[in-house]
């Protein structure tokens, strides 16, 4: 086995960290939590595979030998994440890899890589989304469920209709549909991603475009020097037409972030972790709510009352000096419920003598 190469340490960093992202999962088996080195002619490509993924990610790089090498991927994303220097030499040393700069070096064990499946390619290309509209399709990812024993509500299902990408993530509870234009070049498709991973594309595809890619069981995503693919989820997915309203009472357009703002500051007085809004007179209000029935959540930051005069039932149940019914005591003359408790025989207070 031999390697030999030298590539900017920012770079292969990230593609080590990137590739530790998109393979998240606990891996009984060492070579499948390992990492495949392979030096070309002007790039390194790193690929990994678990038992639902297969990553391929590559960057820049000077090739001295060319060859290929398994090596542990996590402890290789820490040790280019803890390198200094503008550059990271990688070369086979016997049977340890050495990560080198001018002031550290780094050795990691070799893998059999001969015994290694091998990281599939992605499946046909089926149209490509620009990037620009990422951040509103993992918006979808976002509403889809968490809990994997419904297995169906933890993905994003995926449609081509009519020249668009329509979008779906839910968790039973709450629905978010988008419709993206794209180039699709199929007429017909779908497929129903983990919601994780789709979060995952959206935060790392960079450049103009991202291509999607699908099978009958398999779905990928690739960008610039990187593509990713996954087994799909096999089960029906719900239609949203029959859950989305086609006639409102009224709609109100607004800035999203100004929204999220008033919603923020509302947000550690709504005890029932809701909060409400009101539309009229040109405008859109986030109020606060009323005590009656908010519980802030630091004690530090008081609910200012709401205006009008409080409860009358609050001064009725307290006793004052003028009231005939509420002799004066001393303050010795009732202890506090906590320090009776405290107290190792239980004893109730004695009265004052002096009363």
């Given at each position: ?335 506090p419920a906590s320090a009776a408790r405290r107290s190792s025989r239980h004893r109730a207070p004695r009265p004052c003598t002096r009363c």
């Amino acid at each position: 086995m031999e390697l030999d190469v030298t590539a900017p340490v920012q770079q292969l960093a990230t593609a080590a960290a990137d590739l530790v992202t998109l393979l998240p999962g606990r891996k009984l088996d060492p070579l499948l939590s390992g990492v495949v080195l392979t030096a070309e002619p002007d790039r390194v490509e790193l690929a990994g595979i678990d038992r639902e993924r297969a990553v391929r990610l590559s960057c820049p790089a000077r090739t001295h030998t060319g060859g290929a090498v398994l090596v542990p991927a996590r402890p290789l994303a820490e040790a280019l994440r803890h390198l200094g220097g503008p550059e990271a030499r990688l070369v086979v040393e016997g049977q340890k890899l050495a990560v080198r700069t001018d002031r550290t070096r780094f050795a990691l064990p070799l893998l059999d890589r001969h015994a290694h499946p091998g990281v599939r390619p992605v499946p046909g290309r089926v149209g490509v989304l620009d990037t620009s509209l990422l951040p509103v399709a993992a918006a979808t990812a976002a509403a889809a469920s968490r809990d994997d024993a419904l297995v169906v509500f933890t993905g994003v299902h995926l449609r081509a209709d009519a020249g668009e990408l329509v979008l779906v993530g839910t968790d039973r509870f709450r629905m978010a549909v988008a419709r993206l234009p794209w180039r699709g070049e199929v007429d017909e498709w779908t497929a129903l991603v983990p919601a994780a991973l789709w979060a995952e594309i959206a935060r790392q595809a960079r450049g103009p475009g991202v291509a999607l890619h699908a099978d009958g069981d398999r779905f990928g995503a690739s960008w610039e020097s990187s593509e990713v693919s996954s087994a799909v989820l096999d089960v029906p997915f719900p239609s949203e037409a029959r859950h989305l309203a086609e006639d409102f009472d009224g709609e109100a357009r607004l800035r999203a972030d100004e929204l999220a703002d008033a919603v923020r500051h509302t947000s550690p007085f709504a005890g029932q972790n809701a909060v409400r809004l009101e539309v009229g007179g040109g405008e859109v209000r986030v109020p606060r709510p009323t005590r009656a029935w908010a519980t802030p959540r630091r004690r530090s930051r008081p609910i200012p009352a709401e205006t009008g005069s409080p409860p009358p039932t609050s001064r009725a149940t307290s006793p004052t000096r003028s009231s005939p019914s509420a002799p004066r005591r001393c303050a010795s003359a009732s202890a506090p419920a906590s320090a009776a408790r405290r107290s190792s025989r239980h004893r109730a207070p004695r009265p004052c003598t002096r009363c």
